[in-house]
């Protein structure tokens, strides 16, 4: 009840992380991996000790390229980020830098911009429909429930609370582009539509709770306390369910490879505010709704 009670400092805090990550977005902007923007990827790892950057940035220079960013993965691994390269442009590359030591080629790719620009479409539509289909799905799950708030502002109400995950971790990253060169890229976009499952499910559990508390409540009995005590019943449930993945997420970060890193610190956001918003957002709000309509009769 505690959570119900007091949700506009719930409100407060959600609202201004939200425009914190809002501003990193709209002023920062996202930092596009070759995916999006088109491009050749190159991923390599030198045998024994890995050269300095700027040695590796010099010998690329010479090869006459163009941009060729260059960044340390691991002890003695690099990626280094090009223009669209032939496999002539890929070889000379490669020479490049294998003449500053034994190199080892894990992988190479290549990505037109075409095909990067196809990408990034169908990764905004992927997400809209997935929240379209969520939207669907709980107010037809909810098409029972009537009274006192409709089957379809349940529906609405995850919406809020899934903008609110999705918006956060995007800011982070948008934040992590501008300081760090950390990029987005299709795992990151897999991570969001992971993250809106992950969220919707444990919000659902939330609302079913209220759904089984409304059939049983007592006469009389205000809806403000009903949600509360749903809460209160769940939360116990969706920390410790949570907790288990952050934890797998923590090893897959710290102990996994550096293609996966970013991928997990995803997720790992994602599930805390997914958490989060479900118990101290998305509930509070069922309570929220029903007090304004309540006012309008």
């Not at 809209?128 to 409709?150: C, D, G």
């Not at 790992?268 to 309570?287: D, W």
């Amino acid at each position: 009840m505690f959570i119900v009670k007091h949700r506009k400092i719930w409100y407060a805090l959600s609202g201004i992380v939200m425009a914190a990550s809002i501003f990193a977005i709209f002023f920062f902007g996202l930092k596009q991996g070759i995916e999006f923007t088109g491009g050749s990827l190159l991923e390599a790892e030198y045998k024994n000790t890995r050269p300095e950057t700027a040695v590796l940035q010099e010998a690329a220079g010479e090869l006459g390229l163009g941009n060729v960013i260059i960044q340390p993965s691991g002890e003695k691994g690099i990626i280094v980020r090009a223009k669209e390269l032939n496999e002539e442009e890929h070889q000379r590359l490669l020479a490049g830098f294998s003449s500053k030591g034994e190199l080892a080629e894990i992988r190479f790719d290549s990505i037109g911009p075409t095909i990067g620009k196809e990408l990034r479409q169908k990764s905004i539509t992927a997400i809209i429909m997935v929240i379209v289909a969520i939207v669907l799905y709980i107010a037809f799950a909810f098409r029972k429930v009537s009274r006192p708030v409709s089957s379809f502002k349940y529906g609405l109400i995850t919406v809020a609370a899934l903008a609110h995950d999705v918006v956060i971790p995007t800011g982070v990253f948008a934040y992590l582009g501008k300081y760090y060169g950390v990029e987005i890229d299709a795992l990151f976009i897999t991570a969001l539509l992971t993250i809106l499952g992950f969220s919707v499910h444990d919000t659902i559990v939330v609302f079913d709770r209220v759904r089984e508390n409304i059939k049983i409540s007592k006469q009389g009995e205000d809806f403000e306390q009903t949600v509360g005590s749903s809460v209160s019943q769940t939360i116990g449930r969706s920390i410790n369910t949570s907790l288990t993945v952050v934890l797998v997420l923590l090893a897959l970060y710290f102990f996994g490879g550096e293609s996966t890193k970013y991928f997990s610190l995803a997720l790992i956001i994602g599930v805390v505010v997914g958490t989060y918003s479900s118990i101290f957002i998305a509930s509070p709000l069922l309570a929220t709704v029903y007090k304004r309509q309540d006012r309008k009769k």
